[in-house]
């Protein structure tokens, strides 16, 4: 088995001369076998080996043991060791998730630590019953092509070098050997989902068709190449397709909605991921919940997994690290003649004479009114119940509405800078003006509004 091993590991170039690896080593038959056999390749490669133990809090004496077992292992052999003392159970109701999810977490953070102090590659010691166990569980989660190719052999920084044999050569390797191990009770207890898949799915399945774990297995690596070759294809749709804003994403509709279904489904699950990262990670029904928001109406979001949110705006699909809508209470009063600073830009007011037979400029940020007609003080505020402005003679509007029809997002509404008599809007700053302001050739004195944002101000046409 040993050169079986080796030369998997060459076939996937895990390791290199000069690198320092770390075996998870938790001293059952799987993870005494991987730093057995990476112990004597040490031998003839320049590698440096060393081993952590996760104490999971969990077993009591039994967990005891198991850590001594794995010192005095390591202590034979000249094996560096290193022990995380972690408290699963808490973790578990502390995050609400199980103590399998717990465990794995608590042990790939190990794993981060090593990886950041130095560490090249951490060398895991999971197997074809393993992979095939992983399908399953991926299978019945309703995975698509990523999840059904299961564990790849070299991820990072983290390799599997046992992803070529099955759990029973392992055993009768060790057992040839004359190698102990010690056993985890809980590898029998049928409350966790990978127990159940492992001995009341994958069994049954193995007496039925011997042989079927090693073609699982097999049909995994098919599975990956394609696997590798629709990821390339994917980031190639992504570079035309996705905008990253901030925390977030802004996926164009009309390209995204030319994409075949297989690649707009990735390429949701991809941009997800990225904005979860280390938290719960989403899955495909949330792929799926996302596909139906496309469907909804303008302004539609949807909470997903991570904390992360799903916003539909009227061309994207804008996915957020978080759904906040910043808007401030603050109002500021106006008068002619003086600058104000209001939410990022300033705002300089003057008060003129109508001078007849002058033409009013139409520009977008520089505003002329009649001065005469507002009833109550100039305010700058932001979007207030009630608000509204008159659209054509004698027709009002609500600004809710007009904003809607001007396809203004939901979540950018009350970013927008207003210029207000009371209820009624003069000014939605950067777009239109009331038409009850417009300056005509009863107008006596003008109040011209001029907003200067950073960097200057670019006064292009605008139809108000």
């Not at 998997?8 to 998870?24: D, K, L, R, S, T």
């Amino acid at each position: 088995m040993e050169k079986k091993v080796h030369s998997y590991m060459e076939q996937w170039n895990m390791v290199q001369p000069g690198m320092h690896i770390v075996a998870g080593f938790s001293g059952g038959a799987d993870s005494t076998a991987l730093l057995e056999i990476l112990w004597e390749y040490q031998k003839t490669h320049k590698i440096t080996l060393s081993a952590l133990h996760v104490h999971h809090g969990i077993r009591g004496q039994e967990a005891d043991q198991d850590q001594r077992f794995c010192e005095r292992f390591c202590q034979e052999r000249g094996i560096g060791f290193r022990i995380v003392r972690a408290d699963v159970p808490k973790v578990s109701k502390a995050e609400g998730i199980s103590l399998e999810e717990a465990g794995r977490k608590v042990r790939y953070q190990a794993f981060l630590q090593e990886l950041g102090s130095g560490v090249d590659r951490i060398a895991l010691a999971h197997h074809q019953n393993d992979q095939a166990e992983t399908m399953l569980f991926h299978l019945m989660r309703g995975s698509r092509l990523r999840g059904l190719r299961g564990m790849k052999p070299v991820r990072g920084s983290y390799i599997r070098p046992f992803l070529c044999v099955t759990r029973k050569e392992i055993e009768d390797w060790l057992v040839k050997k004359k190698i102990t191990w010690v056993e985890d009770s809980t590898n029998q207890e049928l409350e966790y989902t990978r127990n159940q898949i492992r001995h009341q799915v994958l069994k049954p399945m193995e007496r039925i068709r011997k042989g079927t774990i090693q073609r699982m297995a097999k049909a995994a690596e098919g599975l990956q190449r394609l696997e590798d070759f629709f990821q390339a294809e994917l980031q190639k749709q992504w570079e035309g397709c996705v905008q990253e804003e901030g925390e977030g994403f802004r996926i164009v509709r009309a390209q995204f909605q030319t994409l075949h279904p297989a690649l707009q489904e990735a390429m949701l699950l991809q941009a997800m991921e990225r904005l979860s990262k280390e938290e719960r990670k989403p899955e495909a029904i949330h792929v799926e919940q996302v596909l139906k928001l496309l469907d909804g109406k303008n302004g539609s979001r949807l909470t997903l997994p991570g904390g992360c949110f799903a916003v539909l705006a009227y061309e994207a699909l804008l996915l957020k690290k978080e759904y906040k809508i910043e808007k401030t209470a603050i109002e500021v009063f106006c008068e002619p003649g003086q600058e104000y600073h209001y939410m990022g830009a300033d705002f300089r007011l003057t008060l003129e004479n109508r001078e007849k037979n002058v033409k009013i400029p139409v520009n977008r940020y520089t505003k002329w009114f009649d001065y005469d007609k507002i009833k109550n003080n100039v305010v700058l505020r932001t979007r207030r119940p009630g608000d509204y402005l008159e659209v054509a003679p004698g027709v009002h509007k609500k600004l809710k509405d007009y904003l809607i029809d001007q396809k203004v997002p939901r979540e950018d509404r009350d970013q927008c800078i207003l210029l207000a008599d009371g209820a009624h809007i003069i000014w939605v700053t950067g777009m239109r003006i009331s038409e009850n302001y417009k300056v005509t050739e009863k107008t006596r004195r003008i109040l011209k509004v001029q907003k200067i944002e950073y960097g200057g101000t670019n006064d292009g046409e605008t139809p108000y």
